[in-house]
């Protein structure tokens, strides 16, 4: 089976990317199971869930972090920029992150109520559509499938530290369009922007900027998706006018103020959620709408997000 898809994605992809990515993906999982240097890794963890929940039972909060997972808010981010095309003024993406689709069917259920009730042009999915790094991931695609029946419009996506590449040939079949260091453009009319797209920068690092810019003429609007926002300097240097990520869950166990515990990435805590800045660049990081490791939350609500573009 897996050959079978190597062969897809070698055509799809070329030769080289789909043979690193999971050449890193199989030396992953062999450290993940004790044959690696990096024994104690958190996926080696696996009695993880059960400090973590216990931690929260003992404070009192683990049925109230439960709740708080699958709560899944809609939040409204307005982007603007003078080189907005006058077509695009008002143009909406709907961005939804790190689902983890596997492992939190309270937070999956309430994102399909959900989508039918919101308006937008285009939905983008920045990554870790799976729970774990390892494994089947048939049960991902299957409960991926229910929440795309609920989308309208062109659907893009990337992939995430958690997500294989074995994936991509069963997410485009359902009508994603995965951005692999690559990128569309979208038109209105006789107008256009620039949509792009890297693989994970974070873990496996197989991430190409400027294979994904190579088609973008100077100066005209253009937006990066990325798993993890820790390349905005390279986004920013690029050229690019918005960055698009997640990957950090905004801490997903905070403290009161939604001041994480950590971030697992190396970016400034005032990018860890939500919008910011960097020189020209706008960008925004969704705490995603899934959780890892346990369906937990606290102080930091799921959320997927509606980006309305504006001439500035």
């Given at each position: 089976?897996?050959?079978?898809?190597?062969?897809?994605?070698?055509?799809?992809?070329g030769?080289?990317?789909?043979?690193?990515?999971?050449?890193i993906?199989?030396?992953?999982?062999?450290r993940?199971?004790?044959?690696?240097?990096n024994f104690?890794?958190?996926?080696?963890?696996?009695?993880?869930?059960?400090?973590v929940?216990?931690?929260?039972?003992?404070?009192?909060?683990?049925?109230?972090?439960?709740r708080?997972a699958?709560?899944?808010?809609?939040k409204?981010?307005?982007?603007?920029?003078?080189?907005?095309?006058d077509?695009f003024?008002?143009?909406?993406?709907l961005?939804?992150?790190?689902m983890?689709?596997?492992?939190?069917?309270?937070a999956?259920?309430?994102?399909a109520?959900?989508?039918p009730q919101?308006?937008?042009?285009?939905?983008?999915?920045?990554?870790?559509?799976?729970?774990?790094?390892?494994?089947?991931?048939?049960?991902?695609?299957?409960g991926?499938?229910?929440?795309?029946?609920?989308?309208?419009?062109?659907v893009?996506?990337v992939?995430?530290?958690?997500?294989?590449?074995?994936?991509?040939?069963?997410?485009?079949a359902?009508?994603?369009r995965?951005?692999?260091?690559?990128c569309?453009?979208?038109?209105?009319?006789?107008?256009?922007?620039?949509?792009?797209?890297?693989?994970?920068a974070?873990?496996?690092?197989?991430?190409?900027i400027?294979?994904?810019?190579?088609?973008?003429?100077?100066?005209?609007?253009?937006?990066?998706?990325?798993h993890?926002p820790?390349?905005?300097?390279?986004?920013?240097?690029?050229?690019?006018?918005?960055?698009?990520?997640?990957?950090?869950?905004?801490?997903?166990?905070?403290?009161?103020?939604?001041?994480?515990?950590?971030?697992?990435?190396?970016?400034?805590r005032?990018?860890?959620?939500?919008?910011?800045?960097?020189?020209?660049?706008?960008g925004?990081?969704?705490?995603?709408?899934?959780s890892?490791?346990?369906?937990?939350?606290?102080?930091?609500p799921?959320?997927?997000?509606?980006?309305?573009?504006?001439?500035?």
């Amino acid at each position: 089976m897996d050959q079978k898809i190597l062969d897809q994605l070698e055509r799809r992809l070329g030769p080289l990317h789909a043979k690193q990515r999971r050449g890193i993906e199989t030396d992953h999982e062999l450290r993940v199971f004790g044959g690696g240097l990096n024994f104690f890794h958190i996926e080696n963890w696996y009695t993880a869930p059960i400090v973590v929940k216990s931690a929260l039972r003992l404070t009192g909060l683990y049925r109230r972090a439960q709740r708080n997972a699958e709560r899944v808010a809609v939040k409204d981010n307005v982007i603007r920029a003078a080189n907005l095309p006058d077509g695009f003024d008002d143009f909406t993406i709907l961005h939804i992150s790190d689902m983890h689709v596997d492992m939190n069917d309270g937070a999956m259920r309430n994102l399909a109520q959900l989508l039918p009730q919101l308006s937008y042009d285009v939905t983008v999915l920045t990554g870790d559509f799976r729970g774990k790094t390892h494994g089947p991931f048939e049960a991902t695609l299957d409960g991926l499938a229910k929440v795309h029946a609920k989308l309208t419009g062109p659907v893009f996506g990337v992939l995430g530290n958690h997500d294989t590449i074995l994936m991509v040939p069963g997410l485009e079949a359902m009508g994603i369009r995965m951005l692999l260091n690559e990128c569309e453009p979208l038109v209105r009319g006789n107008q256009r922007i620039h949509l792009a797209g890297i693989d994970d920068a974070h873990y496996y690092r197989v991430d190409n900027i400027e294979k994904a810019a190579a088609a973008i003429p100077e100066n005209e609007f253009s937006i990066l998706l990325s798993h993890t926002p820790e390349i905005y300097r390279q986004a920013a240097h690029a050229g690019f006018d918005v960055l698009l990520g997640g990957h950090t869950h905004g801490g997903q166990i905070c403290l009161p103020g939604s001041i994480p515990l950590t971030l697992d990435s190396v970016l400034p805590r005032r990018m860890g959620a939500g919008a910011w800045q960097y020189g020209n660049m706008a960008g925004y990081t969704s705490v995603g709408v899934g959780s890892c490791i346990v369906p937990v939350r606290l102080n930091c609500p799921p959320e997927i997000t509606l980006h309305h573009l504006r001439r500035a």
